[in-house]
């Protein structure tokens, strides 16, 4: 009889350390909505809104509401300066963006929110609130392994990008010579996957080759012949 009882109490702490080693990201039914800054360190025009995006740390309805990502684009490093997080795939999301219509033309510091080219956080306008109700988006992350669904049977593309933050990096060249950035929300890594059923099942990068205070997951998805997203959840990672 005891080692029965020690069977079952060996199960249960089995069982409990398995449950708290999974961390779970999910969305409301309300849209939460991305808002997306491309920036580039060799562009003396991009601090003041990566000055803007690291104050929404302490907006009381991030992760809920809104969750910001900073894609560092590629076209500002013929200027001296390579900006160490630039990725030729932003510059190309950027472009796609322009393509489809979200924005205007492509530059830096260029801000979409929710699919959609904002101006106003220089304009001291507050971030819009969706009032679209496109369903539950859920995730458990246990390790590297990222489970994610979505409501809708559909076929969709799923996003997930690894953010980092506070990140450091002293610029001795080009337009932003001898400035020393600290930078948050910036897509350390990125990856995408197609499902036609809303279920997705993937191994993701939880850390970096680049060292930051501290890391958060952002999750999205998208139909397959827009960029715009429809639901988005994400947070810190444990």
């Not at 909505?33 to 990566?50: D, I, N, V």
């Not at 809920?64 to 990502?69: A, L, M, R, W, Y």
């Not at 076209?75 to 219509?101: C, E, I, N, T």
């Not at 590297?144 to 076929?155: E, G, R």
Request: proline share 5%; net charge positive.
């Amino acid at each position: 009889m005891l080692n029965h009882f020690i069977l079952i109490y060996l199960i249960f702490i089995l069982f409990l350390s398995t449950s708290l080693s999974a961390q779970t990201f999910k969305s409301a039914n309300t849209q939460t909505q991305l808002l997306e800054l491309y920036s580039s360190q060799g562009c003396s025009s991009c601090p003041p809104a990566e000055r803007w995006i690291s104050k929404q740390l302490t907006h009381p309805q991030l992760w809920k509401q809104f969750i910001p990502i900073v894609f560092h684009v590629d076209y500002w490093d013929y200027l001296g300066w390579k900006d160490p997080f630039s990725s030729k795939l932003f510059s190309q999301r950027q472009r796609m963006y322009h393509y489809q219509g979200g924005i205007s033309s492509v530059y830096t510091p260029g801000m979409l929110f929710n699919g959609q080219e904002w101006r106003g956080w220089h304009r001291g306008h507050t971030l819009p609130v969706s009032q679209l109700k496109p369903g539950i988006l859920s995730a458990e992350l246990r390790d590297d392994n990222l489970t994610v669904k979505f409501q809708h049977i559909t076929p969709l593309i799923l996003h997930v990008s690894l953010l980092g933050f506070g990140l450091s990096t002293d610029v001795i060249r080009g337009e932003n010579s001898g400035k020393i950035f600290s930078e948050n929300f910036v897509v350390l890594n990125k990856v995408t996957a197609h499902s036609n059923d809303g279920k997705w099942n993937l191994n993701i990068p939880t850390d970096s080759k680049f060292p930051a205070e501290r890391y958060a997951l952002a999750i999205w998805v998208n139909k397959p012949d827009s960029l715009k997203p429809l639901q988005t959840t994400g947070g810190w990672i444990d």
